[in-house]
Each structure stands twice: as C-alpha cells, then as structure tokens.
Nanobody
C-alpha cells in the first residue's frame, strides 16, 4: 500500500492562496482514490476534496467549491490541493488520504491510509 506525506502548511492571510503537496510512496499509486480532509481545533476531520482513480472525477463540498482544486500527477506519485480565496474558517490541519477503490467517499472512516497532516493557519 502507499504511504503519504503532506507538506506546505504555513500561515497565510485571508484572501491568499496556498498549494499543498502530498507525496505518495509505495505500489500502484494510480489505483487509489485520493482525498483531502481538514481538522479544525477540537473538531473532527472534514472532507474538502477528492479525486477518483481511473476517471479523475473530482468532488468538493459547497464550502470549498470554486476555491479549492485537487489534482494528481501519477508519474510523480503526487497529489496537490490548490486553495484560493482562503478565509479563517479554512484554518486547520490538512490531511491527505487514500482508498483503493474508484469510488469517491466523503466520510473519513472510508479512507484507510493517512498522512501525518500539515498545519494551515489563515489570519484575518
């Protein structure tokens, strides 16, 4: 299975942009549906984006639709989350996650593989 490592988390001002990379190592990366989740202090992990394997279909919740974009580079075994028009409500630890099926799911319990997370703080 793959292992995931996120990076790129920083302090950014409201209205700014940030791209989070997630590096995957291991076998058959292109067989995994990839997701991003956010965890605010004292809250559970919340779905923010996913890209299905095979079709590269993407899905976003309304809260980030039009602002966040997930992409993947199978040759480099990388997944990215481009975040634009950031606001303080986007603050949290961002996790990259993987599941080895072609179906997008939004519940964190459906993703068995997780990175360690990277902190993003958006100041007002």
């Amino acid at each position: 299975q793959v292992q995931l490592v996120e990076s790129g988390g920083v302090l950014v001002q409201a209205g700014g942009s940030l791209r989070l990379p997630c590096a995957a190592s291991g076998r058959a990366f292109n067989s995994y549906t990839m997701g991003w989740f956010r965890q605010a202090p004292g809250k559970g992990r919340k779905f923010v984006a996913a890209m299905a394997t095979s079709t590269n279909t993407t899905y976003y919740p309304d809260s980030v639709e039009g602002r966040f974009t997930i992409s993947r580079d199978n040759a480099k075994t990388m997944v990215y989350l481009q975040m634009n028009s950031l606001n303080p409500e986007d603050t949290g630890v961002y996790y990259c996650a993987a599941r080895q099926t072609p179906v997008i799911e939004t519940h964190p319990n459906t993703y068995p593989i997780w990175g360690q997370g990277t902190q993003v703080t958006v100041s007002s």
